[in-house]
């Protein structure tokens, strides 16, 4: 009879309504379970409270004076070392940086005990983002000699760029220091020019008698 719904026909409409919902229900997840793939919107990220600068260094010179697999006993004496460029703990000019001249400053030292035989001079940076950076290596000076600024005051060992000669402070972020270390030996060594840090320090085992340093800083504006 026309006009009057059957049974059948609705339990069909009820069918197909619950498709749809159905349908919808899984278009809708689809589209969010997509959204974030799709880059429109962007997971949420957490962030550590501190991140610590890794050029946030210690600028006070304070480190321990002299290694002591490099002395002869306890009692080593104090080498006094100075600049006319710059005091102890104060900025290094930059005329003797990467930024302008490069060359070395002039340095003294003084309070050097009877029987040295020479002195040896090792300046690092040891705030260096991989490591310590060897500056300067220089070894057979004569204890009775200044050394006079751009200067080449005894025999030059490798630097950290692997060249045989002075190379001034050029951090590349933050304040770093350089350290300035002079070592009076017994004795004088005998190695080639251009050798290594680390072979200049097994030929001046056994023959520190003093040590002294003077500790600059450079920071890049």
Not at 36 to 65: F, H, L
Not at 182 to 189: G, V
Request: glycine share 8%.
């Amino acid at each position: 009879m026309s006009g009057v719904n059957s049974p059948g026909t609705h339990l069909l409409k009820n069918i197909v309504s619950i498709q749809s919902s159905i349908g919808i229900t899984a278009v809708i997840i689809l589209f969010l379970f997509m959204l974030p793939m799709s880059g429109c919107v962007e997971p949420a990220v957490e962030e550590p409270d501190d991140v610590p600068d890794p050029y946030d260094v210690n600028i006070t010179p304070d480190e321990p004076s002299v290694p002591q697999e490099l002395i002869n006993d306890a009692h080593v004496a104090e080498l006094k070392v100075t600049s006319s460029a710059f005091e102890n703990g104060s900025t290094i000019p930059e005329l003797y940086t990467c930024d302008s001249e490069n060359i070395n400053p002039a340095l003294e030292v003084s309070d050097i005990p009877d029987g040295v035989g020479s002195l040896l001079l090792i300046m690092d940076d040891p705030d260096a983002p991989m490591g310590t950076f060897t500056h300067w290596v220089v070894w057979n000076i004569r204890p009775d000699e200044q050394i006079d600024e751009d200067s080449v005051p005894g025999v030059e060992g490798a630097n950290g760029a692997g060249k045989a000669s002075y190379t001034g402070p050029c951090p590349p972020s933050g304040t770093h220091r350089y350290f300035f270390k002079f070592y009076a030996l017994d004795t004088e060594i005998d190695i080639e020019s251009g050798s290594e840090r680390s072979l200049v320090e097994d030929a001046m085992d056994g023959h520190v008698v003093a040590y002294g340093e003077l500790v600059g800083l450079y920071s890049r504006s």
